[in-house]
């Protein structure tokens, strides 16, 4: 039976059904240059099409996945695809999402490099986000994957950097090339409170790691955190998610070292 659901409650088994039946796709959302604000990435996320014409989102049907270990069999399909996907955006890097339970499978390493090779996707071009939806159990081995991936050219960033398990720690114990302030602090921030903002920049900065804010979604959230030094950003301002073929006509016409503006779209 077709997943249907348009409101949570989905079990592994709907999950490895939605993905056989090729109702999995993904969304990109431009990540721009606080410099120059041109698109530098796109970052993957996942999307669920419902037979209603409606999308599921992660929050939907995330915790399942993590929980019931399927989260690394849809970001194996989800790396597939998105270095499919990011070979029509040449001189664009594609973030993809990866769960710390993907790190912890043995053959982690070995999948994205057949996948690389599959696809011809350059490694220089892709980027690994750590979410924070579970802890990294197993530090050493998780630090020599990741190790191993910058070692192949890959980048990787700790996502949603500040809240959940996504802490200090981790700073100290992997290796890393960037991290992404959660948009909760991007949220909270006003003319009084944007002093946590700044420090995280800094802390970033001083580690000489790229720093990327998301949940940019006011010209005033933007002034700020470049002024704060961050390098890149991200959120609504710029763009909201968009399909494949979106990102494709976005790039066609030249818009991918074009600026972007405020977006309404999907
Ligand atoms: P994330 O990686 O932190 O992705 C950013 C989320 O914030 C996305 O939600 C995006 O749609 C939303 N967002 C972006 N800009 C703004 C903004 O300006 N304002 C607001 N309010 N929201 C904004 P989405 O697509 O629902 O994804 C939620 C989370 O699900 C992601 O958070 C990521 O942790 C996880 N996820 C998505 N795709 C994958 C995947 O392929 N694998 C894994 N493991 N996790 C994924
Ligand atoms: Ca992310
Ligand atoms: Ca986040």
Same mark, same amino acid.
């Given at each position: ?5 348009? *409101? ?49 989102? +992660? ?15 849809? =970001? ?5 695809? #998105? ?16 769960? +710390? ?16 090779? &599959? ?39 700790? *996502? ?33 409170? *944007? /002093? ?23 010209? &005033?959230?933007?002034? /700020?955190?470049?002024? #704060?030094?961050?390098? &890149? ?12 073929? *979106? ?6 016409? =030249?818009? #991918? ?10």
């Amino acid at each position: 039976m077709t997943v249907h659901q348009s *409101d949570a409650a989905y079990t592994q088994d709907d999950l490895a059904q939605a993905l056989k039946r090729n109702q999995f796709t993904l969304n990109y959302q431009p990540i721009v240059s606080a410099k120059t604000a041109r698109t530098v990435t796109v970052e993957a996320l996942l999307r669920m099409r419902l037979p209603t014409g409606h999308m599921a989102t +992660p929050p939907d049907f995330m915790d399942v996945a993590e929980q019931s270990g399927f989260v690394c069999d849809l =970001g194996e399909w989800a790396l597939q695809r #998105a270095c499919a996907d990011g070979l029509n955006w040449p001189g664009v890097c594609v973030a993809v999402n990866i769960s +710390p339970k993907q790190l912890q499978v043995p053959g982690f390493l070995n999948t994205v490099r057949r996948i690389l090779n &599959e696809t011809g996707f350059p490694p220089d071009r892709l980027e690994l986000e750590l979410t924070e939806h579970c802890p990294v159990e197993d530090f050493p081995r998780a630090c020599a994957t990741l190790t191993a991936l910058r070692q192949l050219g890959i980048r990787v960033a700790l *996502d949603d950097f500040g809240v959940g398990y996504s802490g200090l720690i981790y700073l100290r114990k992997l290796p890393l090339d960037k991290i992404k302030i959660d948009r909760a602090f991007v949220e909270s921030m006003d003319e009084q409170s *944007d /002093v946590l903002v700044r420090s995280i920049v800094q802390l970033g900065r001083n580690l000489g790691l790229t720093v990327t804010a998301e949940g940019v979604e006011t010209s &005033e959230h933007q002034r /700020v955190l470049i002024e #704060a030094g961050c390098h &890149e950003l991200q959120g609504y301002l710029f763009s909201r998610p968009l399909p494949a073929g *979106d990102i494709d006509t976005l790039f066609g016409c =030249g818009a #991918a070292s074009a600026r972007l503006r405020i977006a309404g779209a999907a």
